[in-house]
Every structure is written in C-alpha cells, then in structure tokens.
C-alpha cells in the first residue's frame, strides 16, 4: 500500500517542488453544496504530483473530484496525507511536497501555504495561535504559527538510535496540556508532548508500530499497532489493540491480534462509544463491552492482503462510515458509505488512492 511503500524512501527523495505561485486563475467553482460534507483526501502516487481533493455533498450525494485543481488551476501536489478544518479554512498535509496548502472549505481556493517541512503528515491544533505538524523524517514535531503561517520552532524527538529513524510521528491527541502522538514506522513508542513546553516529557512503550489511535468519550487512549510485518528488521510480532490511561500512562486494556493481521486506520464514533478500523475487513468494538473486535462490514477482496480497503472514517455526526478502496493504486478509487447499521448508503469513484476523510459542518 502507498502509506507503506513511501516508507521505504529515503527523506533525499523528499524534495518533490512545483510552481505553486503560477496559478492560472481560474477563480472559484459554483458548486452548490450544502453546508455539510466530507472532504476525500486522495494520496495519489509517490512522485507524480497527482494527489487530489474530492468533495462529498451529503445532504445531496453528490460528489464533485479534483476540487482544489479546479478552484485554482494547478495540481494539489506530492502525495496528501491529511487534512484538518480550522473555522472557515483547510489545511491539506503534502507528504511528498513538504507543505501544508490552506483552502477555503466553501470555495475551495488557495489562500495560503505553509513551507519548510522534510516530511509532514498531520497537523494538530493546539490552540488558535499554535499548532503542532507531525513529520517521518524530521525527527520533530515543527511548531507553526497558523495565523502567520510560518514555523515557529521545533520539538526534538531524535532518541538518536542509529538502527532506526527514530521517531517519526504520526497522529496527535490532546489531553490537557498534553499532546501524545504515535511513532509507527520502525517504532513502537507514543510520545507525550507538554504543549505549554514544546518538549518531550515522557513516551509509553507500546506493541511494534502504532499505526493510529483516537480517544474515547471517557478520555481514554485507544493506540492501534500493526505489529509489523514479516521480514521488517525493526519487528514482526502480533498486532494489537489497547486502551491506555490518558492520566497515567498505563496499558489497561489490550486486545491481540493474529501474527499475519495489519489493522490499521482506527476510528470512533462522534459520541466516543464505538471503534472501527480496518483488517481486510471493517471491524467494529464497543467500548466497555465483554467482547473483542468483531467483523462488521465484509470487504469484497476477502481475505487478499492486498488490494481493497485502505482508508476509514466515521461521520462525527451520525456514525456513518466512509471506506476508501484504491483498488490496484493506479486508477480512480471508490468510496463506500454505510449506515451505523452497516447497510450500504452510497458509491462514488473519487481520485488515486483515496487515503483519508476530513468532515465538514
């Protein structure tokens, strides 16, 4: 898969540029939509610069691909990880570009960027003058200044153990004062960030690789690790999901895995109750319930590694469920949407590599 296959990349590789300054002035897109939607961050293929933004109107069901090309004349960029919604703006995470674009959710324009990252891949608002920008290779996480647009400073996270590129940071979550993000290639820590020091305090030991996590409605941690693969010189073992206590650290809940399981892409409901994450298949847990991770939507591919689901979200809203299938990565994807139910509620083909959702209301 894509998010994995770019690990293999050296950060030199990383320098991917464009003339994002030439737009060609197209001016915004009547588009007509409602106030709620989802944004379908398309990942494209590493060094093509044919990563994409589609747009899902929900009360209408309509989907409308290649937004952000279409608003303002020229491509997105080098493989777009993320993206997160501040008020009015977006901001779009370029792996490969090493920028951050910031759009207008309504008309989709470019109004700014944000430039100086090796290898950026989530963006974490702290507060409205501080947010913090997760990054594979920078071995830190960049502090920026979203007003400003600009990086302000950078928080250290080099353990400097030769074996490894260590710790490339992924996903963050803020609890209090204390923002924690997930080391998932060639790791297996979560680092705990003191967002009034801009420092490293502390780092939870976890299963090989945490690939995502989220938090539930009581505060808990929920870290998701792959745990690997076969032939990875940093680990292979079984994977596993746990609960941690946000408080103090401790593993208090852990659910394992099969050695040959990748789960990846962990997601909740908006009322914090409910996981979902992908394993092959889509599997559903209720919090505080007896049981484990059930199969809840079945893939078409069965049980191939390879080919079909890829990204997950969860409509914060109602509970819908989005899932992107890249398919073979080449061509245009698909997304599923489903009822909480689990009953099918919508198709559309959207760009290459359909990664991640960003929601909007």
Known sequence: MMKKLFLLFLPLLLTACMKDDELWKKGPQPYGQSPSGVFIINEGNFMFENASLSYYDIKNRQVYNDVFFN?????????????EIRDSLGYVVL?????????????FELKGKITGFTSPRYLHFVNDKKAYVSDLYARAVSVVDPELQLITAGIDVNNNFPGFYQHPTEQMLQ??????????????KVLVIDSELDRVVDSILVPAQPQSMVADRHGSLWVLSDGGFEGNPFAHERAALLRINADTYEV????????????????????????????RHVFRFVINSSGSPEVFIESPY??????GFYGLGIDPANSDIYVADAIDFVQAGIVYRFRPDGMPAD??????????????Y
């Open 175 to 188: 609890h209090g004062r204390f923002v924690f993000t997930n080391c998932w290639s060639f790791d297996n």
């Open 252 to 279: 208090e809940e852990s659910y394992l895995m099969g050695l040959d399981d990748m789960p990846s892409e962990l997601g909740i409901t908006g009322g914090g109750d409910t996981l979902y994450f992908l394993n």
């Open 95 to 107: 792996n490969g570009s090493g920028r951050i674009y910031v759009i207008d959710i309504r008309s």
């Open 71 to 83: 608003a303002n004349g020229m491509p997105l960029g080098d493989v777009a990880i993320s993206m």
């Open 347 to 360: 198709t559309f083909r959207v760009g290459i590599i359909p990664g991640s959702f960003c929601f909007r």
């Open 302 to 307: 069965g049980n191939q590694s390879s080919g």
